[in-house]
């Protein structure tokens, strides 16, 4: 009998020991994963995106909208009417064709691309494998931003997840529902960045800031497309 109690003595201590390593590394697992998936998204918009569509981007943020001739993007009033932002991209068209989407929460994706394989212009996607993660209203902050997740997309529009099954958002730091002109927007899409709202499942980092303070940007994990993200070079001190 008192060997079995030794036992279990020495099996809930092994067990006290071993559950908060396993929380540990489940943690750094996630992390590891949000970074991979970020950096993937990354290369796919420069890289393949960006080059099929010929630096054409895919929102309607500029006056007049950037268009491929003959493919004019959705009417921003069309958009609007579906929950979304008309004025904000949405990476939902890495799977759906920005220039016929309709609505994704009642099409399948779009897998007929206007590609013309001449020219080498056009989308040419599915850009990356849908896991089936899909926009939730309940899974990031609905109150931090003006007519919440809509700008980044609607409920149900595909989306790419970070290590915590949230969905990873690109901002382009305007203010909501803003036109832009042609030097504006070029200065606004310089600092885009892909963001996850982390461990917390809240988006802290403003949308409406060019360069971010790391303070602000609370558990987010913040990847910069085209430039140096200068906020980490000065909590480094260089």
């Not at 799977?95 to 099409?107: C, E, I, S, T, Y």
């Amino acid at each position: 009998m008192l060997e079995l109690v030794l036992v279990l003595v020495v099996l809930t201590a092994l067990g006290a020991m071993i559950i908060p390593i396993t929380e540990g590394i489940g943690e750094d697992t996630r992390e590891t994963v949000t970074r991979s998936v970020l950096r993937d998204v990354s290369e796919v918009l420069g890289n393949r995106y960006h080059s099929d569509m010929h630096g054409v981007l895919f929102d309607n943020a500029m006056n007049p909208p950037m268009a491929l001739p003959g493919l004019p993007f959705p009417d921003p009033q069309y958009v609007l009417e579906h929950g979304r932002d008309p004025h904000h991209p949405q990476l939902m068209f890495l799977f759906v064709n920005p220039q016929r989407f309709g609505d994704a929460n009642l099409a399948t994706l779009d897998t007929d691309p206007t590609y013309d394989p001449i020219s080498r212009r056009g989308w040419n996607g599915p850009y990356m494998k849908h896991g089936g993660g899909r926009i939730h209203l309940d899974r990031l902050d609905d109150t931090f931003f003006p007519g919440g997740i809509n700008r980044y997309g609607a409920p149900g529009d595909p989306a790419l997840l970070d290590g915590w099954g949230r969905p990873i958002v690109l901002q382009v730091p305007t203010n909501p529902g803003t036109v832009l002109t042609e030097a504006e927007l070029r200065i606004a899409w310089r600092h885009a960045r892909l963001v996850s709202a982390g461990p917390s499942g809240i988006l802290n980092t403003p949308p409406d800031v060019l360069l971010p303070p790391l303070d602000t940007r609370g558990d987010d994990f913040v990847l910069f497309l085209s430039v140096p993200d200068t906020a980490l070079d000065t909590a480094s001190g260089t």
